[in-house]
């Protein structure tokens, strides 16, 4: 019958434990500074923006509105912040986005609120990868049950850009977008 001695009863009892290879250290990424990625932004954009009436339902029931939006960097950068003001067949929405920037985690945090209920809504939190695609989450609920949100900004040029907010009730698996706004840069 062979015994098996465990490497920590080998080293109490004073055998040799046996030879590992040597690991390399490793080595955490180095992050990115993404403290200019809405530099982009700053000025005065026409706006085009297409809504889902009823995100999550099976609706494929779109809106068109059209408008400007203006955004101006705060606190010397570390903050921007975007007024949007559309009109369309379905009304008029005005609303803000506030984003800052996280030196720490180096991420930002995007907040919006709808002058028709004045609420400041969760943060969406994340940021742009090297390509300068730009992707955001949070948990939120619709219609009282739990969903994903995720904001992607892409197709980014220094005269256009466009933004998608996308819905997921099921963690993520699929999307349904609900939100598409392309922006054409004005002044």
Do not use: C
């Given at each position: 019958m062979k015994i098996v001695m465990p490497i920590a009863a080998a080293l109490l009892l004073g055998a040799a434990a046996p030879a590992f290879a040597e690991t390399p250290p490793v080595t955490?990424?180095?992050?990115?500074?993404?403290?200019?990625?809405?530099?982009?932004?700053?000025?005065?954009?026409?706006?085009?923006?297409?809504?889902?009436?009823?995100?999550?339902?099976?609706?494929?029931?779109?809106?068109?509105?059209?408008?400007?939006?203006?955004?101006?960097?705060?606190?010397?950068?570390?903050?921007d912040l975007g007024e949007l003001e559309v009109d369309g067949a379905q009304g008029h929405i005005e609303g803000i986005s506030l984003r800052l920037y996280n030196p720490e985690t180096r991420q930002w945090s995007i907040r919006w609120a709808n002058s028709a209920d004045g609420d400041l809504g969760?943060?969406?939190?994340?940021?742009?990868?090297?390509?300068?695609?730009?992707?955001?989450?949070?948990?939120?609920?619709?219609?009282?049950?739990?969903?994903?949100?995720?904001?992607?900004?892409?197709?980014?040029?220094p005269t256009s850009f466009q933004l998608e907010q996308a819905f997921s009730a099921d963690g993520g698996k699929t999307w349904e977008a609900n939100w598409i706004s392309k922006f054409t840069k004005t002044g």
């Amino acid at each position: 019958m062979k015994i098996v001695m465990p490497i920590a009863a080998a080293l109490l009892l004073g055998a040799a434990a046996p030879a590992f290879a040597e690991t390399p250290p490793v080595t955490a990424p180095v992050l990115r500074d993404g403290s200019h990625d809405f530099d982009f932004e700053f000025g005065a954009w026409k706006a085009h923006l297409l809504r889902r009436l009823h995100p999550l339902t099976g609706s494929t029931t779109w809106v068109a509105y059209e408008g400007t939006s203006t955004v101006r960097k705060v606190w010397s950068g570390k903050a921007d912040l975007g007024e949007l003001e559309v009109d369309g067949a379905q009304g008029h929405i005005e609303g803000i986005s506030l984003r800052l920037y996280n030196p720490e985690t180096r991420q930002w945090s995007i907040r919006w609120a709808n002058s028709a209920d004045g609420d400041l809504g969760l943060p969406l939190v994340g940021g742009f990868d090297a390509s300068g695609r730009g992707e955001f989450y949070d948990a939120e609920t619709l219609g009282g049950r739990a969903i994903l949100a995720r904001f992607v900004f892409s197709d980014m040029t220094p005269t256009s850009f466009q933004l998608e907010q996308a819905f997921s009730a099921d963690g993520g698996k699929t999307w349904e977008a609900n939100w598409i706004s392309k922006f054409t840069k004005t002044g």
